[in-house]
């Protein structure tokens, strides 16, 4: 079975440039994670969806960030314009995501991540 | 505030030796979930064991098991016959309203 997959896995771009992310996460998977992670840290959840629903967007830096998740599969992050301080991993996840059910109480599946270089 | 906190940023073992990560937590809920992760440098996050806070019994996975103390809050990480490919970034993990609380990590050498 394929794992989460994301790319670019590199993606250098100088600052007001806009950048954008693909995740395909597993398949049959329902729920889809986007964090990012700075050097050091833990991730951070940016946008969590179930299906083609964004239900938690409360950590995605609006202004600037913006994601979608057509027909409940593929994802793409969205960065316009990029800043010094966006550079970081940004990782992918999926879960099963049971109907009615706590998803976050299975497994989280992570993709090998995007690293962002913002000049 | 849910926090997560790993106190060593960085541990080293020798090959075939054991070595225990520490992870405390801070939640008010009563069930939930936390979670070991671990990141090799090719930053590939993979779970290496989960432990169902309402299940008293230490959850064990091959040299990977852990100590929950759900009324200390503690949840380590013990890795028993260490190998090189153990060595890597350890994340330890608790879910709180749908969303993973992370700690900081703690980078594990293995010394060969």
């Known amino acids: 079975e394929a794992g989460v997959v994301q790319s670019p896995r590199y993606k250098i771009i100088e600052k007001k440039q806009p950048v954008a992310f693909w995740c395909n996460p597993i398949?049959?998977?329902?729920?889809l994670y986007w964090y990012r992670q700075n050097l050091g840290q833990g991730p951070e959840l940016l946008i969590r969806y179930e299906n083609e629903e964004a239900v938690d967007d409360s950590q995605l830096p609006k202004d600037r960030f913006s994601a979608e998740r057509l027909k409940g599969v593929d994802s793409t992050l969205k960065i316009q314009p990029a800043e010094l301080g966006d550079s970081a991993v940004y990782l992918c996840a999926s879960s099963l995501g049971l109907a009615g059910g706590r998803t976050i109480q299975e497994t989280q599946y992570f993709g090998p991540g995007t690293r962002l270089l913002v000049l | 505030a849910q926090t997560v906190t790993q106190s060593q940023p960085e541990m080293s073992v020798q090959e075939a030796e054991t070595v225990t990560l520490s992870c405390t937590y801070d939640t008010s809920e009563s069930d939930y979930y936390l979670f070991w992760y671990k990141q090799p440098p090719s930053r590939q996050m993979i779970l290496v064991i989960r432990q169902e806070a309402y299940k008293q019994q230490n959850a064990t996975e091959n040299r990977f098991s852990v100590n929950f103390q759900k009324a200390a809050k503690s949840f380590s990480l013990k890795i028993s016959d260490s190998q090189l490919g153990d060595a890597a970034m350890y994340f330890c993990?608790?879910?709180?309203?749908?969303?993973?609380?992370w700690g900081a990590g703690t980078k594990l050498i293995i010394k060969p």
């Open positions: 398949s049959g998977h329902n729920t």
């Open positions: 993990a608790q879910d709180s309203n749908y969303q993973l609380i």
